[in-house]
T-cell receptor, first 116, second 115 residues
Framework: AQSVTQLDSQVPVFEEAPVELRCNYS??????LFWYVQYPNQGLQLLLK??????LVKGINGFEAEFNKSQTSFHLRKPSVHISDTAEYFC??????FGYGNKLVFGAGTILRVKS | DTEVTQTPKHLVMGMTNKKSLKCEQH?????MYWYKQKAKKPPELMFV???????INESVPSRFSPECPNSSLLNLHLHALQPEDSALYLC??????????????FGPGTRLTVL
């Protein structure tokens, strides 16, 4: 079964420092991978997605992620974080439901705390 | 319009109450989803509707009853809930194209508290 593992439950970082949030996936077939952000008391917003093609994916708010097939990883990075990036970040893998849409299976989430 | 709307934003109910959550989208999507997110946990799929028919029920207790009256609306009827059902309920929608990755668009959620 397809799944994702987020290796860090919380990541504290100072403002303007770089950050990496780690995600590993488990799948024997081609994968579609996503990073979502959830601000307190809000729904989920798509940051970026990997479907195929270039392994470096750029998303919104200055985030990017690199798909690494050999390491089965899809880590999220930002070169310089802001206080406003404080949120919970979820890595997710799509499981196709063949004609019924698709199902997202989420990792446990990583809380990014940006300190001034 | 790429928005999924959910009402109400917050709901407090007793264990004997009957209430409903509503979700609406006007993107022409033919798949709609209910996810449940407990505090400090990731969202978990509850139901999938495809072309207004229930296609997936992830072993959800019968006190949760979904309904899809048309292609734009998705309801979740609640009855005899337990305090452990308190959670954020997220609705999402997507296309159902076999050749597409079918991005899911999420609503802001309904924060449910069962007393």
């Amino acid at each position: 079964a397809q799944s994702v593992t987020q290796l860090d439950s919380q990541v504290p970082v100072f403002e303007e420092a770089p950050v990496e949030l780690r995600c590993n996936y488990s799948s024997s077939v081609s994968v579609y991978l996503f990073w979502y952000v959830q601000y307190p008391n809000q729904g989920l917003q798509l940051l970026l997605k990997y479907l195929s093609g270039s392994t470096l994916v750029k998303g919104i708010n200055g985030f990017e992620a690199e798909f690494n097939k050999s390491q089965t990883s899809f880590h999220l990075r930002k070169p310089s974080v802001h206080i406003s990036d404080t949120a919970e970040y979820f890595c997710a893998v799509r499981v196709a439901l063949f004609g019924y849409g698709n199902k997202l299976v989420f990792g446990a989430g990583t809380i990014l705390r940006v300190k001034s | 319009d790429t928005e999924v709307t959910q009402t109400p934003k917050h709901l407090v109910m007793g264990m004997t109450n009957k209430k409903s959550l509503k979700c609406e989208q006007h993107m022409g999507h033919r798949a709609m989803y209910w996810y449940k997110q407990k505090a400090k946990k990731p969202p978990e799929l509850m139901f999938v509707y495809s072309y207004e028919k229930l296609s997936i029920n992830e072993s959800v207790p019968s006190r949760f009853s979904p309904e899809c009256p048309n292609s734009s609306l998705l309801n979740l009827h609640l009855h005899a809930l337990q305090p452990e059902d308190s959670a954020l309920y997220l609705c999402a929608s997507s296309q159902v194209d076999a050749g597409s990755y079918n991005e899911q668009f999420f609503g802001p959620g309904t924060r449910l508290t069962v007393l």
